[in-house]
């Protein structure tokens, strides 16, 4: 069996061209952004678009080590791999009907399609840049409620159910008989079930589903994950770290990952106006450095994304977020220089 060392030295070639070239040095973080794809939403529309743009800003101007790279669009052969390609064609010619464009919750336009593209490219290329150099993240994505044949919740495209499928098959790809395929963990963290990864993996076994996740939230029919952990309305920082801690044992008992994608909602947060939960911004900085430094004890690559953050005032959700990638940038360094846990 290939040792670690070999299998990252495999897996940055094969990622090579697909991670940005020319001036980066292992030092850089990648962070994929679309927050210039803007869905043309109507006014009073209860989605809060523009805390794409605020983030990339506010991580712009805090954390410099950051290098702020444009997601790609997955073509129609990516999102096959988790989607059917009669939804695809729906989304993309704009065939989706009344009722299906009410369950996702936003109005078809064409700039719909290519955000969502977008949205689920930048997972793919966070994905390939934390194989090969082992932390990186999507500026937006996490969007879990979209199952194979349909879209919901905010959610058209399941983004972290594409990138685990294409990595599993980069990964074969790359490393052939050598080696068998590459095993994955989701750990879902937004306050919503991920009721779409859920359902999308149900049967594979090389894939760990895990939601923590308001009982009493959306959605209110659940899929059952992997592994489920339901938090009650309040619940706060305490409660939520030691069901995490628990969480992420059992995860360690039951799978051994290659690869991490970790969906970092801020919903939890206790100004969210769709979370009922109570964790402080503190709390929701533990949780971020207990799953980063859970990958790391372990290395094992871990890509993130922003997933949900409806916060009554939106420079909550922004701050939040930019702690995660605050988190995400110490934990990158530990990767690029070798430092000691």
Known sequence: MLQLQELFAALQQIVASAVVTGACHNSDMHAFYADHFVLPLPQGHRFPMAKYRLLRDAVADTLPGILLLEAPAASDGELALAHTPRYIDAVVTGDLDAAAQREIGFPWSPAMVERSRRSVGATLAACRSALAQGVAGNMAGGTHHAYADKGAGFCVFNDAAVAARLMQAEWARGLGARRAGLTVAVVDLDVHQGNGTAHIFRNDASVFTLSMHGARNFPFRKEQSDLDIELPDGCSDDEYLRALEGAMTELEGRFHPELMIYL??????????????????????????????WAWQRRVPLAFAMAGGYGRDL?????????????????????????SA
């Open 264 to 293: 970092a909602g801020a919903d939890p947060h206790k100004g969210d106006r769709l979370g009922r939960l109570a964790l402080t911004h503190g709390g929701l900085e533990a949780r971020d450095r207990l799953v980063f430094d």
């Open 315 to 339: 420079t909550d959700t922004v701050m939040a977020q930019c702690n995660t990638w605050r988190v995400a940038w110490e934990y990158h360094q530990r990767w690029a220089f070798g430092a």
